[in-house]
């Protein structure tokens, strides 16, 4: 089986209107963008067709803390479902909600998602999801098998002192339903995500972590750069392709 590998939209900054053009070029096809508008849908479906790209997954906004996120929520389902995009991605905090109340309502979002066969990914961010542990917790306090983690194979890092992406995600290899692909120089609150590659990740043992449990994607490469760092548009393109071509030199792709 082979695993399916896309592109955040956002890994081109502000060169995005070339993104279809030069992943067309590096011969990627899966691509990660936000929710469109409701008017928008239609020329969203034209422009990726055009470029021969598809939308594996969607970003999404989902505030548990609002007492009307279920029926809010039901919009970017809908979408989805319009869309034929099967996994969602959001990023969840709960703040001073009773985490209860959250689960419940990410369990409520969960069966509005099911017979649609979509799933819900909560990204690896406080307070919910910043580590294998606190994500298992979550995961079990929901319990909806359409509520599932995107683990951020830089974000691990980023939030947690002294941990191991393989072994994170290890802890949550039951409740992954996406992953994102961002290399770090493992450093806490440090904004360092290079070209992947470049950092601490050791990508193929996470691939074939996920691999072995049954999981192919979707992966995808989220290269929000370094602090500081200022680069042109061959720059930001070739950090893409340079990720890509990594995937491919250790050979999961």
Not at 175 to 196: C, E, Q, S
Request: proline letters at 2%.
């Amino acid at each position: 089986m082979k695993n399916i590998i896309a592109c955040n939209l956002g890994s081109y900054r502000q060169f995005g209107a070339n993104a279809y053009t030069h992943l067309a070029e590096i011969g990627l096809t899966n691509v990660e963008i936000g929710v469109p508008a409701d008017d928008a849908v239609d020329k969203w479906q034209s422009d990726l067709k055009a470029h021969g790209l598809t939308a594996t997954s969607l970003l999404g906004r989902c505030d548990v803390q609002s007492e009307t996120v279920v029926t809010d929520f039901q919009r970017t389902l809908n979408i989805a479902n319009e869309m034929d995009v099967k996994v969602i991605f959001v990023s969840v905090h709960a703040g001073e909600t009773d985490k209860r109340v959250v689960y419940e309502r990410l369990r409520a979002i969960g069966e509005n998602a099911e017979p649609l066969d979509v799933k819900v990914c909560l990204e690896t961010h406080p307070d919910m999801a910043h580590n294998g542990d606190i994500a298992l917790e979550t995961m079990r306090g929901v319990n909806h098998p359409n509520i599932r983690i995107n683990f951020d194979t830089g974000n691990v890092y980023y939030y947690n002192h002294d941990v191991n992406a393989v072994k994170e995600v290890e802890k949550i290899i039951d409740y992954v339903g996406a992953v994102h692909l961002k290399d770090t120089n493992g450093g806490y609150r440090t904004w360092h995500f290079p070209t992947l590659g470049e950092g601490v990740v050791d990508y193929k043992a996470v691939f074939q972590t996920l691999n072995d449990a049954g999981f192919y994607g979707p992966f995808t490469m989220e290269l929000e750069g370094i602090e500081g760092e200022n680069l042109d548009e061959a720059g930001v393109q070739a950090r893409v392709a340079d990720s890509l071509q990594h995937l491919k030199d250790i050979g999961v792709i």
